[in-house]
């Protein structure tokens, strides 16, 4: 089972930010959390991934609460390219992984 | 650099045919390997993954199987499809220790008839 817990979908104007949040209250020490998004008729492309401290890179920042109990993904400025399902999961050092059932992100022109 | 393969892009079979899918890495090796589907509207359903040439682990009881012939080979195989194997297949793969990104093939739509 997925151990992340996501809203089923969110909106937001382009090139507006977009904070997408992620649930993951049973996180053990040793956990990743990884974004991924997908757009439609393709397989889920990788966005970022941390650990403990907030990370940056050039799609995204991901910032992780100090408990790691949750995380939110930020898009800085969003475009109607950024429409997709963004997936939040744990990945462990050797876990299969497991995806869930994602944010549909919808963007407003 | 790293590159995944999957064949074919689209498949049209009908119920009871066999299905033989295959995935392939180029530019890393001893990787984890990954099989997925998704079923239209659905989110991923992990089918099967590998840590090793032979060492491939379950995680849905049903009539597909996979094997992992080579170190950047993987396979994903029916006897006698069911409508309901109807789906987009993925195949990804991980460096490891598998919590380093994971890289996705372009996927295999399968439609059972």
């Known amino acids: 089972d997925a151990k992340t817990t996501q809203p089923n979908s969110m909106e937001s104007n382009e090139e507006e930010p977009v904070h997408l949040p992620c649930n993951h209250s049973?996180?053990?020490?040793?956990?990743?959390i990884h974004w991924y998004r997908q757009l439609p008729s393709q397989g889920p492309e990788y966005v970022i991934h941390?650990?403990?401290s907030n990370v940056n890179n050039r799609m995204a920042s991901l910032a992780i609460a100090e408990d790691r109990k949750s995380s939110t993904l930020i898009l800085h400025r969003a475009t109607l390219r950024d429409a997709a399902v963004y997936y939040c999961?744990?990945?462990?050092?050797?876990?299969?992984?497991?995806f869930g059932k994602g944010t549909r992100l919808h963007i407003l022109p | 650099s790293q590159t995944i393969h999957q064949w074919p892009a689209t498949l049209v079979q009908p119920v009871g045919s066999p299905l033989s899918l295959e995935c392939t890495v180029e530019?890393?090796?001893?990787?984890?390997l990954y099989w997925y589907r998704q079923a239209a509207g659905r989110g991923l359903q992990l089918l099967f993954y590998?840590?090793?040439?032979?060492?491939i682990s379950s995680e849905v009881p049903q009539n597909l199987s996979a094997s992992r012939p080579q170190d950047r080979q993987f396979i994903l195989s029916s006897k006698k499809l069911l409508l309901s194997d109807s789906g987009f297949y993925l195949c990804?793969?991980?460096?490891?220790?598998?919590?380093?990104?994971?890289?996705f093939g372009p996927g295999t739509r399968l439609t059972v008839l």
């Open positions: 590998s840590i090793g040439i032979d060492q």
């Open positions: 049973t996180i053990s020490g040793t956990d990743y």
């Open positions: 999961i744990l990945r462990d050092r050797d876990d299969k992984i497991i």
């Open positions: 990804a793969w991980t460096r490891r220790p598998s919590y380093n990104e994971q890289f």
């Open positions: 530019g890393t090796s001893n990787p984890n």
């Open positions: 941390g650990l403990t």
